[in-house]
Structure formats: C-alpha cells, structure tokens
C-alpha cells in the first residue's frame, strides 16, 4: 500500500514557473488576437462607403460655414436683411458644386484625402447642393448630395 501511495505523489508534479520568454510569448500572441479582434471591428464598420460619405459631409459643411455664407453676407448682394435674401434660396438652394470643386476649394483640407475620395466617386458628377433654413444663421442648413460614387 506504501508503494501506492508513493506512486500517487511521485505522479503529481508541480509544474516550473514560465520563463520570462514564455511570459513574453504568450503576452505576444494575446495582444496579436486582440489587435487582430480590434482590426475586425474596425473594417466593418468604417467601410469605404461610409468614410468616404463622412469625408464629403464634413467637408461640405465646412465649406458652406466658412465660405458660402460667409461670402454671402459680405457680399455686394446682401442689402443687410438676412431673411430676405436667404429667402431668395431657401426653395431652389444655392447653384451646386461638383465634388472636384470642393476638393479644390481647400486642398491644405484635402489634401491627404482627395485620392480615396477620387478612388471612389466620380468628382464632375458628385454634386451638393446647399438650402438655407430658417433662423439662417451659418449653422441653419440643409445639404442634398447626389453621390456618384462606386460603393
């Protein structure tokens, strides 16, 4: 019976430590999964259509901001009533731009994304068109997009 038992604890062993390149190892391939998970999720949500239409709004925005109303108000045109001349292009909007037009508009904005927006919509018939909405201040807007894009 000794030998049995002797047996029974010669057969459980205590495992050695993991070494500091095991360690190091496993930390490896743990944070390869993860970044791997991370890339995943990533690419599926931030497909090409949607940054590539996230892209074009924010610039689009930007330019009737900063530049369409800008220029509006500071025109020869703009007799210092807002509404009335707003009111001119509430229902028609203003003339639309092409996309080529707002990637040339301000190319230090564009200029790290003018070929992905080029890779995947024709820039001559992409057009925005612009409708003032009433308070008409810089942010009371609307915006129409005719996207000719390959998505």
Known sequence: MTNSKNHKQNSVRKKAPLSGTQKTIIIVIILAILVTIVAVIISFFLKPESLTKARIEGLAADYYENYVYENLI??????????????????????????????????????????????????????????????????????????????
């Not at 024709?122 to 409708?131: G, H, K, P, V």
Request: with cysteine.
């Open 74 to 151: 500071n025109s020869d045109q703009f007799d210092g009533d807002l509404n009335s001349t707003m009111n001119r292009y509430k229902e028609t909007g203003f003339t639309p731009i092409t996309l080529r037009q707002l990637i040339l508009h301000d190319q230090e904005k564009t200029n790290g994304i003018s070929d992905s927006l080029r890779e995947f919509c024709d820039i001559e018939r992409t057009t925005i068109r612009f409708f003032p909405e009433s308070p008409f201040s810089r942010k009371d807007y609307r915006i129409d997009y005719n996207y000719v894009c390959n998505f």
